[in-house]
């Protein structure tokens, strides 16, 4: 594989790598790292906050032989991807943020799910109490936008998913992004390579005060807008995804 671009591609939360398998897919002539993250899937590493996962990160890079990637990071990964451009700016060529997280982002609801006792009744509730109803949509979702062939490694991904406290994941990452936000807003004015920004016009997660603050303050930053686009974007609208991860390439 030497020489062949490498692109890593993050998943966001609570997701598994293969959310990311329909833009995987459209990247042809490249090295892709789809990993699942600590705590999500197959990783049995212990969840972690932003400058956890951008450790977690950099050693995956080693192990896997790469020394310069180009990273994609959705949700609360395109967190990981800036923070890991700004500190380790030799490893990284450009990043593609989809449905970032970002200045402003934060709505009552995050704060409310990253509340102490508050937010752990309302994980367990949501992920552990109501788990079998999770697993039964995402299963179905996935089933809707996946090629046929990519169904049964994403059913035992999502099994291994449930089969492990996917709430305390949930609420270690929720709680990181509330306290943690003045971090990544921090790295921005130190990142020094390109950016594409891919955003959803009716994403009701991020709002587009954010994505319009990243464009901003990311010098040279490209935003794309995906019109009628919501917030799951790699596995909804992969086409205008990986031809943003294209451009960097």
Known sequence: MSGVPTAVLLHGQPATRASWWPVKRRLVGVRVLDPDRPGYGYNRQPPTDFAGNVGWLMRLLDESGVERAVLAGHS????????AAARHPDRVAG???????????????????AAP????????????????????????????????????????????QFGRPLWRTFL????????????????????????????GTEDSVIPRRTVESLERRLSGARVSWVDGGGHDLPLHSPAPVAAAIEDLL
């Open 95 to 113: 990043l593609a943020l989809v449905a970032p997280v970002g200045p402003h982002c934060l709505l009552l609801l995050d704060r409310v799910l």
């Open 76 to 83: 609360w990964a395109a967190g990981v991807a800036v923070l």
């Open 172 to 199: 270690v990452e929720q709680r990181a992004l509330v306290s943690q936000l003045p971090l990544l807003d921090g790295a921005l004015s130190t990142v020094d390579c390109q950016v594409r920004v891919v955003a």
């Open 117 to 160: 006792v508050a937010g752990d009744v309302a994980a367990y509730g949501a992920l552990r109490v109501g788990g079998r109803w999770c697993h039964r949509r995402w299963l179905a979702d996935l089933a809707g936008h996946l090629d046929p062939a990519d169904l049964p490694p994403a059913r035992q991904e999502m099994d291994a």
